[in-house]
């Protein structure tokens, strides 16, 4: 039995045009991510400053890629939408999007701080003072950082709620569209293809 090659097909000055209005309207980050989970485009609204500095530390930007991956993960084995909060205590949502049964990308968004109680919110800040003692910040550092949290904008459960809900309907948008679409081919005839 001859092996299929699954490859996603993009309109992509449309899908730009779709992921730059979401983020003009909603104020957070979206991308599209290819099957294997490599960024392809989204609106280049810089990663927030608290983010910048998580990333800088080795051992809790390798938390950042574990959080988005388990997402990944769950969103293709279960073809739905998996809103979660990452080990800073972010949230964000990550919708695959699937043609035939096959998974042929995803939409993300993130980071979003949600508004909680006081209790919640002195939650957060304990855990992340300790992450940050752990991967042996100075006072200083931890200090910074926890002020790029606190200058977080933040988004009541509502706004984060509508936010996932235009991220589906985006989805169906671009699939129904054919912004996003398959393509099955079989190895030989991608070998033929690189070949001529």
């Not at 001859?2 to 003009?24: A, H, M, P, W």
């Not at 294997?36 to 927030?48: A, I, S």
């Not at 926890?146 to 309907?169: D, H, N, R």
Request: overall charge positive; some cysteine; hydrophobic content about 45%.
């Amino acid at each position: 039995m001859e092996q299929l090659l699954v490859e996603s097909q993009l309109k992509t000055k449309t899908l730009q045009q779709i992921l730059d209005n979401f983020t003009v309207l909603s104020d957070i980050r979206v991308a599209y991510f290819d099957k294997d989970q490599e960024r392809v485009m989204g609106l280049d609204k810089p990663v927030c400053r608290f983010c910048k500095c998580i990333k800088a530390i080795p051992s809790l930007r390798k938390g950042c890629e574990m959080s988005d991956q388990r997402a990944f993960q769950e969103a293709r084995l279960t073809q739905q939408l998996v809103l979660y909060r990452c080990h800073m205590g972010l949230w964000e949502a990550v919708q695959p999007l699937a043609i035939q049964g096959k998974t042929a990308g995803f939409l993300m968004i993130g980071q979003v701080r949600k508004q909680q109680s006081e209790v919640q919110e002195n939650n957060v800040l304990a855990a992340l003072n300790d992450a940050l003692k752990q991967a042996r910040m100075s006072s200083e550092q931890i200090e910074t950082i926890i002020s790029a949290y606190s200058g977080l904008k933040v988004f009541s459960q509502e706004k984060l709620l509508a936010a996932v809900q235009m991220l589906k309907l985006i989805t169906y948008v671009l699939i129904d569209t054919d912004v996003v679409r398959i393509r099955t081919r079989t190895v030989v005839e991608s070998i033929r293809d690189f070949i001529i």
